[in-house]
């Protein structure tokens, strides 16, 4: 397969939702992230590929395209659909990004700790551990996350007439922080624990709503069938999701893919998936803030004054109980 053939190749291969259509590569330290967050969906060859450019940058940038499919025991045509699933037009812009990790990775390494917890770790070591598995779950949601997708998706939630937000378990948790989040700035909306009633409130949006699906897996029924129905509706339809070619995605408008560190026994996906969801539930409730500013000022002030009294008397009694 000549250089000219792979590169053809790679231009007319389809693309992945998740690089946005249009959007740049990823920078150089968004690899890994975007790695860490498409390896689950992709198949097992292409799995190989990507652990081994994520794991030895420096190693991959010095191999042609048949040397990385000899490396990894798969196909030219394998490593190509890779580096294109990883948002890089052809094998060669991502030998580039290969060569930039690699020096960054020489001039400043992570640091040196795992974020396996043993049953009888320190809770000193914990913390440390937890925290830079956080640090990492974010900086990477950050680097792989889709800005087009979330301007779009900022855009159709600020115009909306209504949301619905739909999540279950800790999703669910992170829908709710949405929700009350946009209705202290003067923005209807809702987020239904009930399946049937989510399904119920669906059947009712239209062309200006929206209805936003959290699910890292993106396979969680309970949250794929009221998107459907909102979606079929004619509404806006957005799903923050940790697979990006997960079922949600079909009935999705615009997707913004979230991170998550290693699951671990003591460390389950719950935990690091509402962390990066919290990120992009931030990133929507600012981006919406500053398009409605001059509503949401107000609307904000007024119910800081509505409990500023229930704050008060808070500090009143723990001060008469010092006394």
């Known amino acids: 397969m000549t250089d000219e053939v792979k590169e053809t190749f790679a231009n007319v291969s389809g693309g992945h939702r998740a690089t946005g259509g249009g959007s740049a590569p990823p920078a150089p330290a968004a690899l890994a992230a975007k790695v860490r967050t498409l390896a689950p969906s992709m198949t097992r060859s292409m799995q190989r590929v990507a652990e081994a450019v994520a794991g030895d940058p420096a190693g991959c940038a010095a191999l042609t395209v048949t040397g990385l499919a000899e490396l990894t025991g798969t196909s030219e045509a394998t490593v190509v659909r890779t580096a294109r699933l990883l948002g890089y037009p052809g094998y060669r812009d991502l030998r580039l990004a290969l060569a930039g990790l690699a020096a960054q990775q020489q001039s400043g390494r992570a640091p040196a700790i795992t974020t396996d917890i043993a049953v009888d770790d320190p809770i000193a070591d914990v913390v440390a551990k937890l925290a830079y598995d956080e640090q990492q779950t974010l900086a ?52 239904p624990g009930d399946t049937h009633l989510a399904v119920t409130n669906a059947v009712q949006l239209r062309a200006g709503d929206v209805a ?71 990133c929507l409730f600012v981006g919406v803030a500053q398009r409605t500013y001059e509503s949401a000022a107000p609307a904000l002030a007024a119910s800081y004054e509505a409990l500023a009294h229930r704050h008060g008397a808070l500090r009143g009694g723990a001060g008469d109980r010092r006394a």
């Open 140 to 191: 990477d949601t950050a680097a792989g996350l889709d800005t087009v997708q979330l301007g779009a998706a900022v855009a159709a939630l600020a115009a909306a007439r209504r949301t619905d937000v739909y999540g279950i378990g800790a999703s669910g948790l992170v829908a709710q922080d949405l929700t009350q989040k946009m209705l202290r700035i003067g923005l209807i909306a809702h987020a």
């Open 212 to 282: 936003l699906a959290i699910t890292h897996s993106g396979s969680t029924g309970d949250v794929i069938e009221p998107l459907r129905v909102a979606f079929e509706r004619g509404a806006t339809t957005i799903a923050i999701t940790g697979r990006p070619d997960g079922p949600v995605t079909q009935y999705a408008d615009h997707v913004l893919t979230t991170s998550t560190a290693r699951e671990s026994e003591l460390r389950p996906a719950a935990m690091s998936s509402r962390t990066s969801q919290l990120l992009v539930v931030d």
